[in-house]
């Protein structure tokens, strides 16, 4: 990939419904579980082009990786704070280095997932925490998820079960994007099942950012909509489905 693709990712990762919406949910979430921390130090894994790790520097120091090379040298020239090329199942840390590890959308692009847990537990802080966001439902496996290389999705028990193979507690889960999980759902099953019937594959395929714009009434229309999910997680809701779930895992000394 090059830097006009890079270019044009850092563009949607600050305008796009999901992402605008998701980087809310993921602070308040901090905020809430984990006593709106200050002075942490964060590992953020899988940063693309960096606003989740912008977000964490409101909470202490931020150390940012990055699998793509391409898209690594590109963030180094927006970021305030270091990121470097590595591996989720590879981190070039040491042992309990910090107190918040951060994988937002991340493991599903992995094989080795349970390798990935390992490593974000190895390097988290006894007490600290391990803070992880996935894509949910296989059956709602689409274009969007071939586009993007993801080698799966989950169910919350699926996650849950991946974690809890380390020493240490849950203290927080949920689905989210809940509230249009329905259309999503729907949209997507839809475009299975006319594919199926056509019977061969598609020349190319779009991801759901590609199909439903990243500026104007659509963008605008779904991130009110994603925001109600913001306002009901906030005040203590958790959904029972969606398309996203995320998990707040604290390590035990």
């Known amino acids: 990939m090059d830097q006009q693709y890079f270019k044009e990712y850092y563009h949607l990762e600050r305008v796009n419904w999901w992402f605008t919406v998701r980087k809310k949910i993921l602070r308040e979430r901090i905020c809430s579980f984990l006593g709106n921390p200050r002075g942490i130090q964060s590992l953020n894994i899988g940063a693309a082009t960096g606003t989740t790790s912008e977000m964490l520097e409101e909470f202490g120091t931020v150390m940012s990786v990055e699998y793509d090379e391409t ?24 042992d309990n280095s910090y107190d918040l590890v951060c994988a937002f959308d991340v493991i599903e692009h992995v094989e080795d997932h349970q390798k990935a847990i390992e490593e974000m537990w190895r390097v988290c802080k006894p007490e600290g925490h391990l803070f992880i966001t996935v894509p949910a439902y296989m059956f709602l496996w689409g274009d969007h998820d071939i586009i993007n290389q993801h080698v799966r999705r989950y169910t919350r028990t699926e996650l849950l079960k991946l974690i809890q193979s380390q020493k240490g507690k849950v203290i927080y889960h949920s689905y989210f994007n809940s509230l249009l999980f329905a259309p999503i759902a729907a949209f997507r099953l839809m475009a299975n099942a006319i594919q199926k019937i056509k019977g061969k594959k598609k020349e190319m395929v779009e991801s759901d950012h590609t199909v439903f714009g990243t500026d104007g009434f659509f963008n605008k229309l779904l991130g009110g909509v994603f925001s109600i999910d913001y306002y009901l997680l906030k005040l203590g809701f958790r959904f029972p489905a969606g398309v996203s779930i995320m998990v707040i895992f604290k390590k035990e000394s």
């Open 71 to 94: 898209c690594c040298n590109f963030a180094k020239t927006l970021l305030k704070s270091p990121i470097i090329q590595g591996s989720i199942t590879e981190l070039p840390f040491e």
